[in-house]
């Protein structure tokens, strides 16, 4: 079944013609050009595919395209629109990725804990990572990047940047 | 990966529309959160000609506590269960267990009602529930219906959901004495684990216990054995090595790949005994703070 769904996707309303069986991340990836989400486990459980709907992190590979006609998701590519973010900033000053498949999903999620929670302690940042798995850093990197932004970090990235 | 299943999707914007669509339709499934749904379609497991997304029913959207009796709608998330005041200040163990669910990513997706129409051995509201002695609430064109909570789970992934019902909303009875509660999960790790053994339990003001185990059986279950021992008891460290000892007459753990039948056997009867202490201490007031993790 064919069905035409119309969403908003980074600030831009798109229109584009699904089959009812169309995962989102797909349709993202293939049909509209967005590629910082990534196709990792495709089941829910790695986090590599996470975006927004409606400012929520969601895993993109568990959404139907049809589910989010009227709404709006949000990828790396709709926060970054003006250049790196400054999350995105602290990754890179602490080397928080290698591969850098995890990266786009890791910076979504730590960006959905600052708009909460913009004061987090370390076990609250672990707990919001939870869902994004990384088999480079070893999280530690990313979890100070994230320290760092929100001033609890000891700052060592930027010097060693 | 797309899904090979060729299906008709529906959003109804009313729940008698959505009952009609089900109960006219021998092969309709419901879709909220879609955690659980959508990797069944991806996988085959679940052929539906027709998917009834009910995220359109705002009714179905509501926390609500009113006559002594918590309502959760069938499209309240993990998320909306964690962010509740109520369930905070009132039902801390339905916070708890909600903080224990997946990640956050699947959290803000997925349902309670969901997770117990899915209905797999390890599901975390299962034990949560049956201590809280939770009626599932269903609707159909003939009318409603309140389904004990021991009664709904009967086998796995199987409920006592009818074709052509729709499950409204959980209710809760708020407990009429002051309770203590702890959430037990052993995970391999945190995000989106499986638990391996899952215990729930509240302990009464006149020392009266509820404990409910899930993962170790094919439903959730409630350890009347041990509850009838402990039952009018003050709870102390000779009591708690006795009731360890009933375990095994009420679970039945399996091995799989999380974990081997002695492995839960084991961890059921240590998760059993901090999970007791704890409940006992928070009633007292005196307890590690909900949502801290005994394993």
Same mark, same amino acid.
């Given at each position: ?36 989400? #990534? *196709? ?11 975006? +927004? ?26 926060? +970054? ?25 890791? %910076? ?19 707990? @919001? ?20 932004? *929100?001033? #609890? ?9 | +990966?797309? *899904? ?23 092969? @309709? ?22 998917? $009834? ?31 509740? %005041? ?25 349902? +309670? $009602? ?16 049956? %201590? ?29 959901? #009818? ?36 215990? @729930? ?6 020392? @009266? ?87």
């Amino acid at each position: 079944m064919k069905k035409k769904i119309t969403f908003l996707l980074n600030s831009e309303t798109r229109s584009i013609e699904v089959e009812s069986g169309d995962i989102l991340l797909d349709v993202l990836r293939d049909k509209l050009g967005i590629k910082t989400p #990534k *196709i990792g486990c495709d089941m829910g459980d790695c986090g590599s595919c996470t975006v +927004m709907l409606d400012g929520k992190t969601v895993k993109s590979c568990l959404v139907l395209a049809l589910e989010v006609e009227g709404q709006e998701v949000t990828t790396l590519e709709g926060l +970054m629109k003006d250049g790196m973010t400054p999350l995105q900033q602290t990754f890179h000053d602490f080397n928080s990725f290698q591969c850098g498949f995890c990266t786009p999903g890791m %910076v979504l999620s730590a960006t959905e804990l600052i708009n909460k929670n913009p004061k987090p302690n370390r076990k609250e940042i672990q707990e @919001a990572l939870s869902g994004n798995l990384c088999r480079c850093t070893g999280y530690i990197p990313i979890i100070e990047a994230v320290e760092d932004l *929100i001033g #609890k970090g000891k700052g060592e990235g930027k010097e060693k940047g | +990966m797309s *899904i090979l299943q060729d299906f008709d999707y529906f959003k109804p914007t009313t729940i008698e529309f959505a009952i009609d669509l089900i109960s006219n339709n021998k092969n @309709a499934t419901i879709l909220a959160g879609g955690t659980d749904l959508i990797v069944n379609l991806k996988e085959g497991t679940a052929t539906p000609e027709i998917v $009834v997304d009910i995220k359109s029913l705002k009714d179905l959207k509501k926390i609500e506590f009113k006559d002594n009796c918590l309502i959760i709608g069938a499209l309240v998330t993990f998320t909306d269960l964690l962010e509740s %005041v109520v369930i905070k200040e009132k039902f801390p163990l339905v916070w708890e267990v909600s903080k224990t669910v997946a990640s956050v990513g699947i959290r803000n997706r997925a349902t +309670m $009602v969901g997770n117990i129409c899915s209905a797999v051995p390890c599901l975390d509201s299962g034990p949560l529930l049956c %201590v809280y002695e939770a009626d599932v609430n269903v609707r159909s064109s003939k009318g409603k219906r309140k389904i004990p909570i021991k009664d709904w789970f009967l086998g796995n992934k199987k409920t006592a959901l #009818k074709h052509g019902e729709l499950v409204t909303h959980i209710s809760i009875p708020f407990p009429n004495q002051k309770t203590g509660g702890c959430y037990v999960r052993l995970g391999r790790y945190c995000g989106e684990d499986l638990a391996q053994v899952n215990v @729930a339990l509240l302990a009464f003001a006149n020392n @009266a216990y509820r404990i409910a185990f899930g993962a170790v059986a094919p439903t959730p279950l409630r350890a009347n054995k041990i509850e009838s021992f402990l039952n009018g008891k003050k709870i102390n460290d000779h009591l708690i090595e006795q009731a360890k000892e009933l375990i095994p007459d009420e679970i039945s753990p399996i091995t799989d790949i999380r974990a081997t039948k002695e492995y839960r056997m084991h961890m059921a009867k240590v998760m059993f005994e901090r999970g007791i202490k704890t409940a006992v201490e928070r009633l007292n007031g005196d307890g590690l703070e909900y949502g801290e993790s005994l394993v």
